[in-house]
């Protein structure tokens, strides 16, 4: 089966721009997440959807951060404005349910914010 | 917020020898989880184990869980200089999994 994909896979832009990415998860999973890896780090979960709906966006900085997921499939993350703090791997996953399930990994994007 | 804790940070080992690393987290859960993540890439899966599991195999990969000491641990035998990579533990316990900061194996021939 097709992986997930993800694009772009690298990004560069300055501060208090904008950026977007996109996801395609393994088709038919319900559950799609964004993590957000920093070097060094563990991924930290930004966003769960479960088919078009938010599941948990507890620790998504809302204030500069949106995803969407529309028709339950596709998904893009948004950051506007970027800080530099925002450097990072940003990581799609998908699944066929919940949290018993295995996550299948896109590459990741990795954004660079000078 | 951090609910799996790798340890150690950092290993570094011969080909042939045994890597063991260590998980820790807080809160009860209903699995635990080990990836992956070679270098520049996404993070693949390794094993998952059920709360009411004490131990599963896959392959030269060994994993063990102790829900009492809220502990487990992945075992590698026989490591490979394709074995070098980071791993980590995964919690569920609500509805999203929650990974810890990873253990670094570097395997030299």
């Known amino acids: 089966e097709a992986g997930v994909a993800q694009s772009p896979r690298y990004k560069i832009i300055e501060k208090r721009q904008s950026v977007a990415f996109w996801c395609n998860p393994i088709?038919?999973?319900?559950?799609l997440y964004w993590y957000q890896q920093i070097l060094g780090q563990g991924p930290k979960l930004l966003i769960q959807?479960?088919?078009?709906?938010?599941?948990?966006d507890s620790q998504l900085p809302k204030d500069r951060f949106s995803a969407e997921r529309l028709k339950g499939v596709d998904s893009t993350l948004k950051i506007q404005p970027a800080k530099l703090e925002d450097s990072a791997v940003y990581l799609c996953?998908?699944?066929?349910?919940?949290?018993?399930?295995?996550?299948?990994f896109g590459s990741g994007t990795q954004l660079s914010v000078l | 917020s951090q609910q799996g804790e790798e340890d150690p940070q950092a290993l570094s080992i011969q080909e042939g020898e045994n890597a063991t690393m260590n998980c820790s987290y807080k809160?009860?859960?209903?699995?635990l989880q080990w990836y992956r993540q070679n270098s520049g890439r996404g993070l693949v899966h390794l094993i998952l184990?059920?709360?009411?599991?004490r131990e599963k195999h896959s392959g030269r990969l060994r994993v063990t869980l102790d829900t009492s000491k809220k502990s487990s641990s992945l075992l590698i035998t026989a490591s490979r200089a394709a074995d070098t990579a980071s791993y980590f533990c995964?919690?569920?316990?609500?509805?999203?999994?929650?990974f810890g900061k990873g253990t670094t194996l570097s395997v030299s021939s």
């Open positions: 996953a998908s699944s066929r349910g919940g949290p018993n399930e295995k996550l299948f």
């Open positions: 088709s038919g999973h319900a559950t």
């Open positions: 959807f479960q088919n078009n709906g938010v599941v948990d």
């Open positions: 809160t009860s859960i209903n699995n």
């Open positions: 184990i059920r709360s009411n599991e």
């Open positions: 995964a919690t569920a316990a609500g509805t999203a999994l929650i």
